[in-house]
């Protein structure tokens, strides 16, 4: 298919199903294996003197990998690096998968969040790439699989390769997000015993132990994370139960209660151990797992920020974490930055501006050219 605008661009990569298959997806059309072969092709059509590799990560689910120049170590490295995978499309009031031009927007799942910032990326490297090995920096590509649930392919690069510096595509309006809360997931799971509801008291409710658990993270927790201190960007660390879960029947007493529980951190803290002895004192016997989401801190007056903020950029503070987290878990200047607004991703009506998107492209075609 010959692609000849940036509208065309994302409107073939909206097209192309990546649901993230964790949860409820919404379709059986789910992975980031066709998205990639896609990509690769048109990278290796567009760039022919790039290096274009499929990195697989999970079975089914690759990274794309581009290596536009090749300096011998003499340049420091430059990562754009948006994701290839998208929310369920579940609910969705318009057609997913439509790529649709209407009303000076581009509709579908991922348009937004973040096939727009991954087409807006590549239609300025296109329109500058033969120019990119004159750059003071060595420009790689990746569209990484798996952001939207545990990162896999941020983590798989991040161990792969060093870059000096990370820009993940989000939807942040073009702002540089130079800091990011970090993301604990915890699922509390209370047991008990199950008996006939007409004799309660022989039995040991879960649902009544996670009841006191749950009141303990509104009423203690959250108030005391709180307490601990605010970032000025991003606000104080915060705690909320998400979902809970339990019994079998309405005339059984239930022995089994699930709840999870979403917790928002600062760069550098590490709350998980201070939550999981409070809720010990209230339930000894409260079953407590985790996965984590890293938060990012990068210094402003990082040179490559200093060209960003040149271009229009301002540095700001997000709430939600990205891949930036991973690269800067691993001692990598990393910020999130892309066209579009946060507030139209995993929406049921998921769109981008075509005022946004050729913004971003018009940015970074800027920001490239003031690295030579």
């Not at 015993?193 to 009841?211: C, L």
Request: net charge negative; proline share 6%; with cysteine.
């Amino acid at each position: 298919m010959q692609i000849s605008s940036v509208t065309e661009l994302l409107q073939a990569l909206v097209r192309i199903p990546s649901v993230n298959p964790t949860g409820d997806p919404g379709t059986p059309h789910t992975g980031e294996q066709a998205i990639a072969d896609w990509l690769a092709d048109w990278l290796r059509r567009e760039f022919p003197a790039a290096r274009v590799k499929l990195r697989e990560v999970l079975p089914g689910r690759p990274n794309v990998v581009v290596r536009f120049s090749d300096s011998g170590g003499k340049k420091p490295r430059l990562l754009f690096a948006p994701h290839t995978d998208t929310v369920s499309v579940g609910g969705m009031t318009i057609e997913p998968f439509g790529g649709e031009l209407r009303d000076g927007r581009i509709w579908g799942r991922g348009a937004s969040d973040t096939k727009g910032s991954m087409a807006a990326m590549l239609w300025a490297l296109r329109a500058e790439r033969d120019g990119l090995s004159e750059l003071g920096h060595e420009i790689w590509f990746a569209g990484l699989c798996s952001e939207e649930t545990g990162q896999w392919g941020a983590k798989a690069l991040a161990k792969e390769e060093k870059f000096d510096f990370v820009i993940a595509g989000e939807p942040t309006g073009l702002d540089a997000v130079v800091a990011h809360k970090g993301a604990l997931w915890i699922t509390l799971t209370t047991r008990g015993r199950a008996v006939h509801a007409a004799e309660p008291e022989r039995g040991d409710n879960a649902i009544y132990k996670m009841a006191d658990l749950l009141r303990c993270v509104r009423d203690e927790l959250a108030p005391m994370l709180a307490a601990g201190g605010a970032h000025p960007l991003l606000g104080p660390t915060t705690i909320s139960a998400g979902t809970v879960s339990g019994g079998s029947k309405i005339n059984i007493v239930p022995d089994v209660c699930r709840a999870e529980v979403d917790v928002r951190y600062l760069p550098g803290a590490d709350p998980l151990e201070e939550i999981s002895s409070r809720l010990r004192l209230v339930c000894a016997d409260v079953e407590i797992e985790h996965t984590l989401s890293h938060p990012m801190l990068t210094d402003e007056l990082h040179p490559v920020i200093a060209k960003l903020r040149g271009c229009g950029s301002r540095c700001v503070g997000a709430a939600w974490f990205s891949d930036a987290g991973v690269f800067s878990r691993h001692g990598m200047p990393s910020i999130a930055l892309g066209p579009g607004s946060i507030a139209q991703a995993h929406t049921k009506d998921e769109f981008i501006s075509m005022a946004d998107l050729e913004t971003g492209v018009d940015f970074f075609g800027r920001f490239l050219r003031s690295l030579r």
